[in-house]
């Protein structure tokens, strides 16, 4: 590694995204060394880290603290529920670890207010997870920043993900119960289709948001300073039962004059025959640009082939890898990661701003 | 055979001559250009070629019925002229006049070209058919080139305010509109219909000179459809990076709306478009300028 330091990682709960300490693990840079969480969580929480720490072969810690005292670790991966994400993150922080953190940031703004403080004052680096090192999501920062288009004008990103999320909006019967949100999410693990893991429920603007408002944020490098939204829950029971959205459209109001628009969805694995349509467009003074965030990706068709299987897979997708090496850059040179905790915290604001823009139906600034 | 009259420039012309040998039960008899030009053949040889006033002076008992494809002051003038003559009338850029009709004593069909694209009937009929559930989102992305002698905004923001009053089935109950302060000739609005319906649209005449560029996503309950020029192009190899070239759907939803209109005359089917319909797009359309000018949302009366 040319005397580069391997960086050790501990990971504070694994109980959702796995992809986030595995993209950890297979970078040469860093090792998982210890799978650590609060002695209280419940039973369901421990399971899941220690099959994961078993995979790895590294040990489970039921206390946290202990396992920042004895691992000597450099940095922490967190992907807890939602809303334990930046009590965990502010913990290691203030233990002097780097941190990187699953989406949503949290659930409230107060919290993720506190990380920021947190962040400064102990001089670490934070990344939010995130898909700005995609190839098309690449192409179009290359495209913009080149001037191909003239100064950015209009911006705008669809981002309709085919999931479904248990039973059909309109399914429960009039004496069944309201789905629990939390039963729900913890029983959907094994097909994957859980979402937004925690016992305080989410819309998909709330757990998704970060990814199409990341693009926004990494392609104008601007912030939003005001937004309109609407939202409903359209397809999904669970989302109906806990009055959350699994979709919305927002209006944005960006820095430098340029407008945007946001359109999100969980829409369901009927709507689209891959992960789902996913696109930015963009207008500058010179020209406009439509990028397909999907490509490049390959299609593969065959006899019998599942109806759960993606038609079209992506490829050349290095953004878990080039995520990581990002962090370890930021790390080595002092420098700021593609996306960090205020980064992180102003998208939440964002997306906190729509929902009480759709409660009120008038345009609502976004607090900084 | 039902004779039609056509009122339009010698351009458009061209295309509607296109058109002759694929309409059913109808033929071009009169051609009134709006412009000089000489288009004795425009039409086809058997075509008469005369000035407005004369068509309606002197060659009334030439034609069955009239199309017009002008501006909307044009279209206002020459339209109610015809609906007073009694005869059936296609016409098109109808904005505020709209108001003034009274009681036609004639077919006046409003012309909305944009329902028969190929693509957006296809749209109209999943919905239709329930295939994709109760509608939830409509996305519109709709660029043009700049160009000098480009239409009216009220007029350019009809078609798409128009498809999405048309796919819900509805009036919304809240417009937003938001302007781009670096870009005149953009404009985006967001439309809220009841039961959590929405549409966001944005619409631009700033593009380099050449192709523009449309989409249409339209999000159900239990399906989705998607109709964009981004899945329609071809590439060309000419040196240097491939050019995306998009598949030429030629003017279909002309013949389209073209056929309808004169099958309706001839009392084969229902019309699809009333002017109810145009009224409804057009008050919307007034809704969106005002809340672009005024910052603010703007309410349906009754839901207010």
Redesign the interface.
Known sequence: MGGLKILRCGVFSVVKHDYLPRAVAAHSRFELVVVADDADQPDWVHERNQLFADEFNVPYVKNVAKAIAEYDLDLVAVSSQAERHCDLSVRAADEGLHVIADKPMSTCLSECDRLVDAVRRNDIKFLLWNRNYLPSVIQAKEAIDSGAIG?L??I?V?F?F?KDAGP??GTRQGNDPPIDWLKRQIEAHTDGSDGGVGIEPLGELQIEGIYPLGYIHLLTGENVHRV?A??????HQANVDNNIDD?A?V?L?IGK???G?L?I?R??A???PDIG?I?I?A?G????L?I?EARPEVSIYYRDQPPSEFKNERIANENDFLLMDDFARSIDTDTEPILNAQNGRDIAATVFASLESCKI???VEVIY | MIRLALISSSETAKIYSGLSTRLHRATWTVFAPLDSSDLSQALGSSAKVTSTDDLFSQETAAFDAVVIDADSATAESVAKTVVDLGKPVLVGAISQWVATIGEANALLMPAHPWRFIPSIQAVKRSVDDGKLG?P??L?I?R?HPSSPGKAPISERLMPDVDLACWLFGDTPE?V?S??????ED?L?F?L?FT??????I?L?A???SGGD?Y?L?M??????A?ADD?HNMNLLYSGGQPNAIRTNQGHIELVQQLQEFVDVIDGKREQSISLADTFRAVQVVEQVLESANSCE?VKREESK
């Open positions: 100064g004008q209009a705008h669809d309709y085919s059909p909006k309109f609407r939202t409903a829950s359209h397809f979709l459209s209006s109001e004059g340029i407008v628009s359109c969805g829409i369901g009927a709507s689209h349509e696109k467009h207008i003074s010179k020209g406009g439509v397909t139906g008038v345009p | 109760v939830g989102l996305r992305h660029w809240s937003w938001l302007q781009s302060a670096a870009n953009y985006q967001h809220g039961n959590g319906g929405m549409a966001i944005d631009s700033s593009l380099p560029y989409s996503t999000i159900g309950g239990t399906g989705a998607y981004h949302v």
